[in-house]
């Protein structure tokens, strides 16, 4: 089992649907990151969370740590949404070294 | 700020070949890591530097990879001699402070060894 899963593995929604994805990891963790890679490859850091809930335009991020679970929601999905999300943690123990989920693939049709 | 450097953005090279990439980070950040990405294993973390200095290569998989940072502009990933199973898209990323503060990424190398 991976120590951070992602789901759902792939998502296609209508332009304007509430998207949510899902972040579950089963160690402990100092904070948790999530990254956006657009279709053309680039990867772009929208939050690190350590506790709570952050909101950056459209965006939200949560993180319960008790439960070890991450959503990150879209509200008002357009199609320049479509991107893979790609949730990170930062072990508390070992190196602390960045583990990775294998991304959730998001379309947005118009 | 022209954001993180890479070069180059394709690299195609026989297996046997010495590969480098290079990398100049974002002026002022202390942190710089080197990252792959292949379709099986997703996104994984090779190695990191804070002020020039390699903190944690638990990530490189083998020997024949190796990084360096000689000076705060400038860093190369190295791999020598290549094999088909490298073929990846390399990501250099760099921040500020601390690991886990925002990382700015660059464009990414992908590499193809035949």
């Known amino acids: 089992k991976n120590e951070v899963e992602q789901s759902p593995q792939n998502l296609t929604a209508q332009e304007g649907e509430f998207i949510t994805i899902n972040c579950s990891y089963s160690?402990?963790?100092?904070?948790l990151h999530w990254l956006q890679q657009h279709p053309g490859g680039g990867i772009v850091s929208l939050f690190m969370l350590s506790s709570g809930k952050k909101k950056h335009g459209r965006l939200i991020a949560t993180i319960n740590i008790q439960e070890k679970h991450s959503s990150l929601h879209i509200t008002a999905s357009h199609p320049r949404d479509s991107a893979v999300y790609i949730c990170a943690v930062r072990l508390i123990q070992g190196a602390q070294k960045l583990v990775f989920g294998q991304g959730t693939r998001l379309t947005i049709n118009p | 700020d022209a954001g993180v450097i890479q070069s180059p953005r394709h690299e195609v090279t026989e297996m046997g070949q010495e590969v480098t990439l290079r990398c100049k980070p974002i002026?002022?950040?202390?942190?710089l890591f080197w990252y792959r990405q292949t379709m099986m294993r997703g996104l994984e973390l090779l190695i990191y530097f804070n002020n020039n200095v390699p903190i944690d290569d638990s990530g490189m998989p083998e020997d024949r990879f190796s990084a360096k940072m000689p000076n705060a502009s400038f860093s190369t990933l190295k791999i020598q001699p290549s094999e088909p199973r490298d073929s990846a898209v390399y990501f250099c990323?760099?921040?500020?402070?601390?690991?886990?503060?925002?990382?700015?990424f660059g464009p990414g190398t992908r590499l193809t060894v035949t």
């Open positions: 002026s002022g950040h202390d942190y």
């Open positions: 990323a760099s921040s500020l402070a601390s690991l886990f503060n925002e990382q700015y």
């Open positions: 160690v402990g963790i100092s904070a």
